[in-house]
T-cell receptor, first 111, second 112 residues
């Protein structure tokens, strides 16, 4: 298993600002993912965070809006840029050891 | 495009009832199906299924996969209020780099 620390747990932000979410794992992992869960919806994959290279984004998500860093095998950040109320969601990081484990999530509200 | 459909969307039962949650899928090069329980924000892992007909069991929860008919069920017996949550089904395809495609979930409410 893996212990994942994600922060902040929640935040309320003004439109037009940016928020950076951090994800720390207690062991080195190759694969880290970032998901979004909009209200009442299921989880949608934003991107795969690759160590030492640019993140791989899924259709509908772009680097300018969701820049991701992965400086080492235990840490990643996701920034939600130039936020609008439509970005209000739960953001989750996950890692794969034998199965995929999730962090506690960040509940973001944009006013 | 991979597709995961869960039913029912929501369910209200009383403590002690038995519930069955359904998950059907369409995925190319299927590798595994996973069940998660989401109570607040973080999904917690329940089961991973890769082979047909082999029941996975953990306490009052059990799950089975049918790869011919492309579905899985999650059973919860003697439900308790602590079972109230959203139950998510996800599928993984081979060579997907561990990416998961999630269903919309079943919201279960267990009343005392």
């Amino acid at each position: 298993s893996a212990v994942i620390s994600q922060k902040p747990s929640r935040d309320i932000c003004q439109r037009g600002t940016s928020l950076t979410i951090q994800c720390q794992v207690d062991s080195q992992v190759t694969m880290m993912f970032w998901y979004r869960q909009q209200p009442g919806q299921s989880l949608t994959l934003i991107a795969t965070a690759n160590q030492g290279s640019e993140a791989t984004y899924e259709s509908g998500f772009v680097i300018d809006k969701f820049p991701i860093s992965r400086p080492n095998l235990t840490f990643s950040t996701l920034t939600v840029s130039n936020m609008s109320p439509e970005d209000s969601s739960i953001y989750l990081c996950s890692v794969v050891t034998n199965i995929q484990y999730f962090g506690a999530g960040t509940r973001l509200s944009v006013l | 495009e991979d597709k995961v459909v869960q039913s029912p969307l929501s369910l209200v039962v009383h403590e002690g009832d038995t519930v069955t949650l359904n998950c059907s899928y369409e995925v190319t090069n299927f590798r595994s199906l996973l069940w998660y329980k989401q109570e607040k924000k973080a999904p917690t892992f329940l089961f991973m299924l890769t082979s047909s007909g082999i029941e996975k069991k953990s306490g009052r929860l059990s799950s089975i996969l049918d790869k011919k008919e492309l579905f899985s069920i999650l059973n919860i017996t003697a439900t308790q209020t602590g079972d109230s949550a959203v139950y998510l089904c996800a599928v993984e395809r081979k060579s997907s780099g561990d990416k998961l495609t999630f269903g919309t979930g079943t919201r279960l409410a267990v009343r005392p």
